[in-house]
């Protein structure tokens, strides 16, 4: 059912309303400013396709650098498809940056972070699917060929899951969306939930948790599997 509040706005109108919305409740969250980001890892011809186009968010949470998709909770052109877009934004969370907390904000996009938070987006954006499962609330982990990431594996991979701590949604004018954050996992952890399905993300997502890590992405911690 067509929602009632967009009725004689423009598509313009609908998209500033919903990142008007989306920025406000992420800096009211994270008790912080935000910075857009200027991307080269957008979407091509034959990119992925978000509601709007792809886009990105710096801030910081207390001590943590974070990254922010900006964008898949767009409302899509259509008006009889979803105002809140693919239902969620995707996040990641790090005091592992490796930038000074004085460091303008759009310096994030030369950290590790920004390569893997757009690699997520993308994937999402192209899988909508993946989306309805997050949105649900299901725990999802996926592989990357990152040769930059700091670390030098390469292979990355990160659970992506609602934050069980703090919120873990916002209001926009079309609706609620999710926050979904993205937690990168060791070479161990991956293989270890190769196979596993749902009950061993779960299990690895009980063990960040009780470890003290949460949702949290570091560079340098043990391996829980």
Known sequence: ??????VG???????????????????QLLNADIAPLTSLMGPMSDGPEWPAGAAWLACRHGANACI???????PWVERDK?????GLEVFIESPDAGVASDTPLTALADTWLFPLLAEVSHTLAGFPLLCDKLVAGKLLS?????DHIKDGRGRVGALLQQPRQGASALTIPGGQIK??????????????????GETGRIEL?????????GHLSLLQRPSLF
């Open 1 to 6: 059912m067509m929602n009632e509040y967009i």
């Open 9 to 27: 706005l423009t598509y313009a109108d609908r998209l500033q309303l919903a990142a008007n919305a989306r920025h406000q409740g992420i800096s």
């Open 68 to 74: 922010v998709s900006d964008g898949l909770s767009d």
């Open 82 to 86: 979803a105002e809140t877009g693919l």
């Open 142 to 146: 996926l592989e990357f060929n990152i």
């Open 179 to 196: 926050l979904v954050a993205a937690t990168l996992l060791t070479v161990g952890e991956l293989k270890f939930l190769r196979g596993k």
């Open 205 to 213: 997502a009980d063990k960040l948790y009780q470890t003290g890590t």
